[in-house]
Structures are given as C-alpha cells and as structure tokens.
C-alpha cells in the first residue's frame, strides 16, 4: 500500500480523496494556487505545497511543477481526481518514467480512449454500439458534406480531445456545414490545443445514461450500475441520479455488459465510465469513456454501498477485485451547487461565502470544500458543494432533495440553489420522462 499520495487537484474532490486516504492510514499532499491558499483541501492535507498563480495552466496543468512537489515531499503515488490532468496521457507517462503511481489507467489507455475518434473505431471492434458517422477525422469540406449527406442530418460535429461540450456544432443542412466546421475546429484548437473533429449523426432529444465500471490489474471488470445524467445545461451535467428512470432490468444488462466489454477491449485498470446516448426506442449508443472518476461519482456510492476512491486505491496498489459484489438499494440525486446566478442565464458569482450552512439529516450527504467566509475564487469551476440524497424510491428521494435543498443557505453569491428547488417541484422532472431538452422548455422563474 501507498504511504504518502499526492492529490492533483483542488476543492471538494481534492477533499474527498484525502478523507479516504485517512481512512486508509495513508498520509497526502497538498497542492494549490496562490488562489487557493485558504481552500479547505490546504487545511485538511498532512502537507501542502504552492504550486503556482491563479492560472491553471501555470499551477494546476503545470506537469512540472507537480511533479516536483511530488519528489520534494516523497509521494509515491499521485492521484489526478477529475479535470485538469485526469485524462492527461503525458502526466501518466511522467508519473510511470519517476516510479509515481498514477491511480488511474495507463497512458496507453488514456490515449485510446481520450481521443474519441480512437475510442469510436475500438468500441466498433468490440462490438459495442457506436452512433452513425464518419469512419476517422474529417479533413475538409466535401468529405464532411459527403459523410453528412450518407449520414443524413442533422449531424453534430465534435472535437476528437476534450469534452464540457466545447468544438460541439449541430448541423442541420449543407449550408450551414462550412462554418459550423471552421468554427469547431477553431475553438477546439484554443480548447485542446487539437483541431481534429469527426461528425456523427445527431440523436435528437436522447437520454444521457453513463456505466459505472471497476477494473483491476488482473483482467477483472464489473460495472456498478447507471447514472442517468440527463439533465444538462449547454453539454454540462447539473443533475446526476441512479437508477435512471429510463431503465429496467433488461436495458441495464445490456448496458452494462456493452460497458464491461468495452473496459475489457484496452485491458483497463482501475475506475471509469462507459457514457451512452439512449433514444427512445431503447436503442443505446457509446459516446464517450471517461477514465477517470466522475463528478457525480457519490450517486452510485450511496446505493452501492461503496467508496469508489478507496477501490480506485486498492486497484492501484494492486489488490482484486474477483468475486466482489455490490448490492443497489434505493434511489440516490446530485444536485451540483454552482456559485452561479441562475437569473442571469447562469452567470459565475465569485465572492465571498458570508454564510454557508448545509443540510443535514438522514439520507443526506454534502461534499464540499467550502465553509464560511471562505473567497469563491473567479479562475476556476464555480461548483462550491454537491448535495447528494438517497432514500427507498425516487419519489421519495424527489422529497427529500427538496427538503434539503430548502436547508442549504448560502449568502454572499448567488447559486444554483433556486433552480434546482424549481426542477425539483417540476412535473416533467418528477414524471421521470424527460430528455436532453429538458432544460430547452424549462423556464426558471424569478423571484
């Protein structure tokens, strides 16, 4: 086992993975921007270490600098969290060259799987159900009008690096195909520093429904069920819940065993997500894996009864996982709390938290790195807590995000608090039949 980790990242993730290695005895460090210097993940830490300004490319991107704090404090393992370089093949690479275990898959596996054009062709290998489109990179204009016509529109093109739902464009005729292409390609250069792009068709108003799935060293993968992630704000998840209402037994089986498969096609090592697009007919489709943990990761270790980080450990360390099993009970809701003003289209609110009580009681749990007075700084992700609820129904579970989130007081900015009451009381989020769209036509009310 490890005796020191350092954790890569910063806030309420950074958080959550040094509660766990203080469970394990394990002793972490530390790493922030000057920005960052009264975040509770500094306090919390055995160790800490400055790593840079605010810029995230100058302290959290900065491979150099992490590694060097690694060294300097003798962390012989590394964990990335989410964001940042969680999926970064290069620090993998580093980590592995200096004798650091990177917890997580290899460089090798993130690069399949990180570029999306590669993870397309070797999902198809494996059998797992992929979304019409073209066969590798569109490199100009008419093979783009060519793969759109054979595809038939509307066709979305996406960034073969990355993700949040930057370099994505909805086309919906041949006259809007050439700038939708420059456009995407552009603003996925500034994004990912790769301008490449592939185009797929566009399943309108689909489900997003993502698999859990735990894989070791020794050629053992199980997955832990779906996430339903449906609820989206221009391509960013604001509520996460498990099981989705969308699916039965059957459906979760298939998903499921589609997901093992594909952990299994690049031998993968420790915790991931298999992400699907699921129409209504049932019909479900890969669209991306994330080889990381995720932020609604909490979902599935409230009804599984599981700490996906401290597996996430145990899996680097070598340990197996044959013959685990995980029981579901229940129904478990995110609710991601963003600094954010939601009557004005959702706008970041930095500041200062002058108060910040949470909820409580049974069934609830809060993952934060806030507290009061604390300084919301403007550089990074506004998400300040994740409010996460489980009870025996979703019904139920409905009921008591409700509760709680009417618990949540937070003054000295704005969040997203407001809006989710109003999802919450809405009668299409509560019939459990919804899509993508929902947001499209739900209309949040001033008060």
């Known amino acids: 086992m490890f005796k020191k980790i350092l954790v890569a990242n910063r806030g309420e993730i950074a958080l959550r993975v040094m509660q766990t290695c203080r469970e394990l005895g394990i002793s972490t460090v530390a790493v922030y921007s000057t920005a960052d210097a009264q975040s509770m993940h500094v306090k919390y830490a055995d160790e800490a270490v400055c790593i840079g300004p605010p810029s995230s490319r100058e302290s959290y991107l900065n491979i150099s600098r992490i590694i060097a704090a690694a060294e300097l404090t003798n962390a012989d393992a590394i964990h990335p969290g989410y964001g940042f370089l969680a999926e970064n093949e290069d620090f993998a690479e580093v980590c592995a060259s200096l004798s650091i275990k990177f917890i997580g898959p290899t460089a090798r ?59 994505m464009r909805v086309v919906h005729e041949d006259s809007q195909l050439d700038i939708a292409l420059k456009t ?48 989206q704000r ?14 039965d037994d059957t459906l979760r089986k298939k998903m499921g065993d589609a997901a093992v498969a594909a952990a299994r096609a690049i031998n993968y090592e420790g915790a991931g997500t298999i992400e699907f697009l699921l129409d209504r007919h049932k019909n479900f489709y890969f669209m991306e894996m994330n080889t990381r943990i995720q ?60 108060v910040f009580h949470t909820p409580g009681g049974h069934g609830v749990r809060v993952d934060s790195h806030a507290y009061a007075s604390y300084v919301v700084p403007p550089n990074y992700d506004s998400m300040i807590a994740k409010l996460i609820v489980t009870a025996h129904s979703r019904e139920e579970a409905i009921s008591r995000m409700s509760r709680a989130l009417d618990e949540f007081i937070v003054a000295g900015v704005k969040t997203t608090i407001p809006f989710h009451k109003q999802v919450m009381n809405s009668q299409v989020f509560r019939s459990g039949d919804f899509d993508t769209g929902f947001l499209d036509s739900f209309r949040f009310e001033k008060k």
């Open 295 to 354: 932020v609604e990761h909490p979902v599935t270790e409230e009804r599984y009864d599981v700490d996906l980080v401290k597996e996430q450990i145990l899996i680097a360390a070598g340990e197996s996982i044959e013959g685990r099993t995980y029981t579901p009970k229940g129904h478990s809701i995110e609710c991601r709390i963003n600094a954010e003003d939601p009557e004005h289209l959702f706008r970041p609110s930095p500041g200062k938290l002058e």
């Open 184 to 231: 995407a390609r552009n603003e996925a250069e500034k994004a990912f520093g790769n301008s490449g792009v592939y185009i797929e068709k566009y399943l309108e108003n689909p489900r997003h429904v993502e698999i859990q799935i735990l894989s070791d060293q020794h050629g053992n993968t199980i997955h832990l069920g779906e996430r339903d992630c449906t609820v």
């Open 109 to 167: 596996m993130i690069n399949q799987m990180g570029d999306k054009n590669t993870a397309k062709a070797t999902m198809i290998a494996a059998g797992v159900p992929v979304v019409p489109g073209s066969q590798g990179l569109v490199t100009d204009l008419q093979e783009a009008l060519e793969t759109a016509q054979k595809t038939g529109y509307p066709v979305i093109i996406k960034p073969t690096a990355g993700g949040g739902g930057k370099g």
């Open 234 to 247: 221009r391509h960013q998840k604001l509520i996460e819940e498990t099981p989705s209402p969308a699916v």
